[in-house]
């Protein structure tokens, strides 16, 4: 995996925002004749843009992951229950929409006002294709049925990066503590269910990193479960031990991977919330450090985690290992000032060393803010990167 | 005019979210449908006594009236904290066009003039985030009809501002609070009229500026802290098309500047604050002109205290400006450590940061910590409630850590909102 060995690296989260045309065959679920050349085409020209906009290390912008509106928080995840054997839809959870996840969150009871609203202020907050997946259910053994799917991902990222300069591109793909949080019918317990996740997505992961991409493990179900499950209890200690569960889960899907060729993302959920019931990083950093990664891809950039550069401090960041904090962030219409960027990526240079930071994204910029919103943003972490490199190796 | 002498003080811009009922009583009172003036009065009264209690509650030091007074008549409003003067001034057409409908004008090297509100450049730039269906720069139902200036301008708002200050004054008296500040329109910002009457923009400006004088002497007259709101001294950039030179753009303030302290001649600069900001709405704020270019202008105005933006993005790195601009003595700053621009509600340790940073440069005693713009119309209620919250304990770390004995990380902390720290 490359660092930022004379200058900062930058990187982004994944998710960029999708052409309109794109958006349109998924919606109207386009035969393969009609997507596939264009999936192909819209890749080889977000590949492009990134490198244009100064980013090192790239990505498809996940448009493999079918996005069909421009505002969906929710693609990173829901695409994988078509590479999924082993799930149905239960109407009886359907009708619990989202609540069937969030059942135990302090925050959504705080501002249950809000939520119920919509954000109140013509602020779109929920619009997802995680609401396709209200009532899928796991029903019998989970199988990994998507080899075609990301066979189709990696040979159009393949072609797309090639002649751009870039450093390196990467590939996400969802953590098993995802995917538990869909409801379990087959499995006798939620342990069993998590370790057939664990090995069902594996192959998805092995896919990627046999094709010489970087894998990127998107868990923000690692944090978000918190609030999602515990905090209305306040069961820190029955967090704890299911976190830890999780971690072995993730690292049973990583077994044989070379960790130099993984990065791990977490985040506390890309909604445009309040987020008072994020766990703070501290109480998980040493958890996340066990994961059998290289780099961690964690939210720095927003207001509820900013000021957590200062987690580093008191936790080492073990020899060889990377962060790629994020430094812009989608939780804002405001274009980050590349002078703020630099500042950030200083914070984190003087507490864990210069090169051991790649500048990235707090999440995925694609369905959370405008496309052009997400393009400047993209640009003023470069100019930012440049900045702070200036600063940390004069 | 308090300052944190013994520890960090907290106040904010001035708007805070209206009740549901209030908003439903001022929309029809703006269409002419009050029949009982009395009652809306009393409706109002008590809405500010318990916008009062409730900042007392969550723990702001220096309290407003949360602007209720000014008129929002939907939940997202962007314009009560100007539009609110238009009936308070004589020498108005309220049946002008609207003020999106208004023709772009251009700006020469020398020459500036303010082009329309279309016609912006963070927005002709972004012109696809601004005209988003899906809304995330929404300001609210825009108003048909904008005033144009066709008389000689002048103060009609007597009863209106006596009313505002009876209401507060009540609300502070019932709370046993001392220090309460109450916002008007600074002339730069509030004559951003077309102008039919007067011979030049600068005669129009300070007819204004003396109109106004009188809203402000009111205000200080009646014991309470005036505080000046001008975004138009950093958002005019934005309203010069094409990008003038900072020289030229400076002296264009320098004029509104003028402008202003001629409207607050004589009155005790011990009881002012003025507020300055990039415009509060949603949009990426790519052209907003650093603080370092226009803070000598800021400084210039006749005030105690300075309020700006400091807690959104385009903005947060500017502390550092402060490290090469003396503060006079005797005045002391407002810097906003918590913000409208983002759903996400600011951890207090963060709050906590930026406070620092301040304090370490310009004194502790000389920060008072606040917010980057008003709250009320611009971010849901609960939000905008859970941010005062953050602000305060944020303030409270803050404290601990500059007059302390030990180290804020050798102390138990406090707690904070939801999970324990």
Sequence with gaps: MKRSIDRIL????????????????????????????????????????QADSGTDIVNDGEFGKAMRRAVDFGAWWSYVYDRLAGFSVRTETAEKGRAAWTFG???????????????????????SSSSRMFGLTCTGPVKYVGHQAIRRDIEFLAPAIRGLGVEEAFITAVSPATLQILANEHYKNQQDYTWALAEAIGEEYKMIVDAGFILQIDDPALVDIWDWWFSLKGDTAGYRKWAEFQVEAVNHALRGIPEDRVRFHICWGSWHGPHTGDTPLKEIADLLLRVKAQAYS?????????HEWKVWKHVKLPDGKL?????????????????????RIVRFAQVVGRENVIAGTDCGLGGRIHRQLAWAKLTALSEGAKLASKELWH | MRMSTDRILTSHSGSLPRPDELIEANRAREAGATADEQRFQE??????????????AVGIDIPGDGEFGKSMGHRVNYRAWWSYCFNRLSGLDLGGPGLYDAPPRRTRPGEIVLTSPADRRDRTTFAGVYNDPEGSVYTGPRAAHWPVCVGPVSYKGQAAIQADIAHFKAGLEACGVEEGFMTSVAPGSAARLANFYYKTDEEFLFAYADALREEYKAIVDAGLILQLDDPAMADNWDMVNP????????????????????????LPSDRIRFHLCWGSWHGPHTTDIPLRDIVDVMLAVNARAYSFEAGNVRHEHEWTVWEDVALPDGKFILPGVVSHATNVVEHPELVAQRIVRFANIVG????????????GGRVHALIAWAKLDALNQGAALASRKLWGKCDNTARPLPRLRGRSA
Excluded: W
């Design chain 1, 105 to 127: 969150s302090k925050e959504r009871k705080e501002f249950a006002e809000f939520y119920a609203e919509d954000g109140g202020m013509g602020r779109a907050q929920t619009g």
């Design chain 1, 298 to 306: 964690i939210e720095a950039a927003n207001a509820r985690h900013e």
């Design chain 1, 323 to 343: 962060l790629i904090p994020g430094v812009v962030s989608h939780a804002t219409n405001i274009v980050e000032h590349p002078e703020l960027v630099a500042d």
């Design chain 1, 10 to 49: 930058t990187t982004h989260a994944g998710s960029l925002p999708r052409p309109e045309d794109l958006m349109e065959l998924y919606r109207n679920d386009a035969p393969d004749s009609r997507l596939l050349p264009r999936l192909q085409s819209a890749i080889a020209d977000v590949a492009k843009r």
């Design chain 2, 364 to 375: 502790r005693e000389r920060v008072v910590a606040s917010t980057d713009c008003g709250l």
């Design chain 2, 243 to 266: 990008e003038p030179s900072v020289k030229d753009y400076q002296k264009f303030s320098m004029v509104r500047v003028e402008a202003l302290n001629h409207a607050i001649k004589g």
């Design chain 2, 43 to 56: 409706q109002l009264r008590s809405a500010v006594l318990e916008v009062v209690r409730r900042q007392q």
